[in-house]
């Protein structure tokens, strides 16, 4: 059974970079079949898809956050991570690492970390 | 502000049906399948529905999806206490390269 878990700092000071690293166990992280992303939630707001990248290294951004927010993947050690720069206020969320299954028009995320609360503040 | 639009809530009885409904374009629930996502309060996402009408093993019955041209929708026969929660739709976008868009959440309260 596949299970994500998220790591990283829970306090980042404004203008710094947040990085997270999600790490996967129980297999399938070399399948092609799966890509690995990572959602947002702000306190009391929405869902917010960040990034995925493939197993290929091939990278997919949300338009609205791709200036800053970098996603690498490292196979070797079943991990892959974050990373968002000069963050401020509206980057506190909790942020969710995810599996995502790919196939011709289709995409959904079907194994979910229990997500990381990051809380920018100085 | 989301690309796929949902109604910010909706309730009902025990028992009771609730539908909701999620509204997108030609290049994102036009063009690719459909899921849905059920959250609890406190807890991660839930994969509820993916391909526009599949449950994913023990996802009860009673969840149901359906897409139709560029919109899609929920149903939750026989409401129970338990899906009071919130829930929201999602589909890949194939424009600017091709992203992930959710929609702006429904809460669901069982009265």
């Known amino acids: 059974q596949v299970q994500l878990q998220e790591s990283g700092p829970r306090l980042v000071k404004p203008s710094e970079t947040l990085s997270l690293t999600c790490t996967v166990s129980?297999?399938?992280?070399?399948?092609?079949?799966?890509?690995w992303g990572w959602t947002r939630q702000p306190p009391g707001k929405g869902l917010e898809w960040i990034a995925t990248?493939?197993?290929?290294?091939?990278?997919y951004y949300n338009p609205s956050l791709k200036s800053r927010v970098t996603i690498s993947i490292d196979t070797s050690k079943d991990q892959f991570s974050l990373k968002l720069s000069s963050v401020t206020a509206a980057d506190t969320a909790v942020y969710y690492c995810?599996?995502?299954?790919?196939?011709?028009?289709?995409?959904?995320?079907?194994?979910w970390g229990k997500g990381t609360t990051v809380t920018v503040s100085s | 502000q989301s690309v796929l639009t949902q109604p910010p809530s909706a309730s009902g009885t025990p028992g009771q049906r609730v539908t909701i409904s999620c509204s997108g374009s030609?290049?994102?629930?036009?063009?690719?399948?459909v899921s849905w996502y059920q959250q609890l309060p406190g807890t991660a996402p839930k994969l509820l529905i993916h391909?526009?009408?599949q449950r994913p093993s023990g996802v009860p019955d009673r969840f149901s999806g359906s897409k139709s041209g560029t919109s899609a929708s929920l149903a939750i026969s026989g409401l129970q206490s338990e899906d009071d929660a919130d829930y929201y739709c999602a589909a890949w976008d194939d424009s600017l390269n091709g992203h992930f868009v959710f929609g702006s959440g429904t809460k669901v309260t069982v009265l």
């Open positions: 129980g297999g399938s992280f070399t399948s092609s079949t799966f890509y």
């Open positions: 995810a599996r995502e299954f790919s196939g011709r028009h289709i995409h959904h995320m079907d194994v």
């Open positions: 391909s526009n009408d």
């Open positions: 030609s290049s994102n629930i036009g063009s690719d399948a």
């Open positions: 990248i493939r197993n290929s290294g091939t990278t």
